[in-house]
T-cell receptor, first 114, second 114 residues
Framework: AQRVTQPEKLLSVFKGAPVELKCNYSYSGSPELFWYVQYSRQRLQLLLRHISRESIKGFTADLNKGETSFHLKKPFAQEEDSAMYYC????????????????FGKGTKLTVNP | NAGVTQTPKFQVLKTGQSMTLQCAQDMNHEYMSWYRQDPGMGLRLIHYSVGAGITDQGEVPNGYNVSRSTTEDFPLRLLSAAPSQTSVYFCASSYSGGLDTEAFFGQGTRLTVV
């Protein structure tokens, strides 16, 4: 069965420290993975998608098919990074990697302390 | 653009009552989805639609009905509310751009069934 696991419910770091939010997935096909973020009082929004291999707000995530992981990393955390982070897997649909059917992890609440 | 608009933002229902959660998007997206978010559970897919007149079930469809008569609207109906349906409900829309897509979320509806 398709599943996304985020093992850390809460993560607290100090400003300027590196941060890594873990995400592991279970999926038999070729996975399409995303990180979504929800800042306080804001909507859930896309942070980055693995297919783009992009860096957004200093965050990167590398898909490791051998370890079935898609960990989110940032070398120097900022206070404005404090938010709820969700890893998500796209299920097969009309289009490959489409966003109409997503499986979410339970989320990790990141707190960056001054 | 308003993006994805959900109404109401808050609702309290008595067990057995019915109601419809409204979702509208103005981005001409083909795909729309409903998720529920429960504490410690992340977001789970209830129903989704890939176009007007086409809907399908997600992971947790029981107790919910949907229909899609227009591209813009995707209402979620609770026919007989139960306390187990107390949750935060999110509507999302996305376009059929394949690997370049992302889900755009509404601000959520917090529903309490007493």
């Amino acid at each position: 069965a398709q599943r996304v696991t985020q093992p850390e419910k809460l993560l607290s770091v100090f400003k300027g420290a590196p941060v890594e939010l873990k995400c592991n997935y279970s999926y038999s096909g070729s996975p399409e993975l995303f990180w979504y973020v929800q800042y306080s009082r804001q909507r859930l929004q896309l942070l980055l998608r693995h297919i783009s291999r992009e860096s957004i707000k200093g965050f990167t995530a590398d898909l490791n098919k051998g370890e079935t992981s898609f960990h989110l990393k940032k070398p120097f955390a900022q206070e404005e990074d404090s938010a709820m982070y969700y890893c998500a897997l796209s299920l097969p649909g009309i289009t490959q990697g489409g966003s109409e059917k997503l499986v979410f992890g339970k989320g990790t609440k990141l707190t960056v302390n001054p | 653009n308003a993006g994805v608009t959900q109404t109401p933002k808050f609702q309290v229902l008595k067990t057995g009552q019915s109601m419809t959660l409204q979702c509208a998007q103005d981005m001409n997206h083909e795909y729309m989805s409903w998720y529920r978010q429960d504490p410690g559970m992340g977001l789970r897919l209830i129903h989704y639609s890939v176009g007007a007149g086409i809907t399908d079930q997600g992971e947790v469809p029981n107790g919910y009905n949907v229909s899609r008569s227009t591209t813009e609207d995707f209402p979620l109906r609770l026919l007989s509310a139960a306390p187990s349906q107390t949750s935060v409900y999110f509507c999302a829309s996305s376009y059929s751009g394949g690997l370049d897509t992302e889900a755009f979320f509404g601000q959520g509806t917090r529903l309490t069934v007493v």
